[in-house]
């Protein structure tokens, strides 16, 4: 069954740094989704990505963050000089269609934990 | 702003039991709410889907039920097993891009 991956499944670095996080969505899907879960808190929201631009964004999602499709299978999250704060799980998830086409099931990845020291 | 609240942090139950979480929200008339399975250090597992025109979901073990009204869906799984331990998202759609707003979760412990 096909199937979301992210790379790394780690990663720690120090604040101020730049980090830049993998994944490769299921490959017949349309619609690309970051979220993030800080450790014992709920998974959040930062952004969705159609058609190569952002489509929505979280108000966590700030000048600090970017989103690419560098090609046709990768989607890249960007966090351009880390704070402690932005420790915490990432998760990439796609789907094959937005909710204005019919409910639509996301399908996330294992996620990259991100530490910040 | 829109909220969604799942009321146990924790539930324990014996095997072969029927487990049952709550999922109430307020400020949203979502058209369909869904149900994620999320175990330890791992992304949301998708399980079930209800719309709001659907009283009652089934599969397999499962059962969701969703009440517009009350602005509650009830996640139940029969004959529990050990392996069923994890925690239990409710999420609704909350921009017309379809990104998700999750509750908390309910972590479910099945004690064999």
């Known amino acids: 069954e096909p199937e979301v991956t992210q790379t790394p499944s780690h990663q720690v670095t120090q604040m101020g740094q730049e980090v830049i996080l993998h994944c490769v969505p299921i490959?017949?899907?349309?619609?690309f989704y970051w979220y993030r879960q800080i450790l014992g808190q709920k998974v959040e929201f930062l952004v969705s990505?159609?058609?190569?631009?952002?489509?929505?964004k979280s108000e966590i999602f700030d000048d600090q963050f970017s989103v690419e499709r560098p090609d046709g299978s990768n989607f890249t999250l960007k966090i351009r000089s880390t704070k402690l704060e932005d420790s915490a799980m990432y998760f990439c998830?796609?789907?094959?269609?937005?909710?204005?086409?019919?409910?639509?099931?996301?399908?996330f990845g294992p996620g990259t934990r991100l530490l910040v020291l | 702003s829109q909220k969604i609240e799942q009321n146990s942090e924790a539930l324990n139950i014996q095997e072969g039991k029927t487990a049952t979480l709550t999922c109430n929200y307020t400020?949203?008339?979502?058209?369909?709410l869904q149900w994620y399975r999320q175990d330890p250090g791992r992304g949301p597992v998708f399980l079930l889907l209800?719309?709001?025109?659907?009283k009652e979901k089934r599969k397999e073990r499962l059962k969701v039920t969703f009440d517009t009204t009350l602005k509650q869906s009830l996640f139940h799984i029969t004959a529990s097993q050990p392996a069923d331990s994890a925690t239990y998202l409710c999420?609704?759609?909350?921009?017309?891009?379809?990104?998700?707003?999750f509750g908390k979760g309910t972590k479910l412990s099945v004690k064999p």
């Open positions: 999420a609704l759609v909350g921009g017309s891009q379809g990104n998700l707003i």
């Open positions: 209800i719309r709001e025109n659907e």
């Open positions: 400020n949203y008339s979502p058209a369909y």
């Open positions: 990505f159609y058609n190569n631009e952002i489509s929505e």
């Open positions: 490959s017949n899907h349309l619609y």
């Open positions: 998830a796609s789907s094959v269609n937005s909710p204005g086409q019919g409910a639509e099931t996301q399908y």
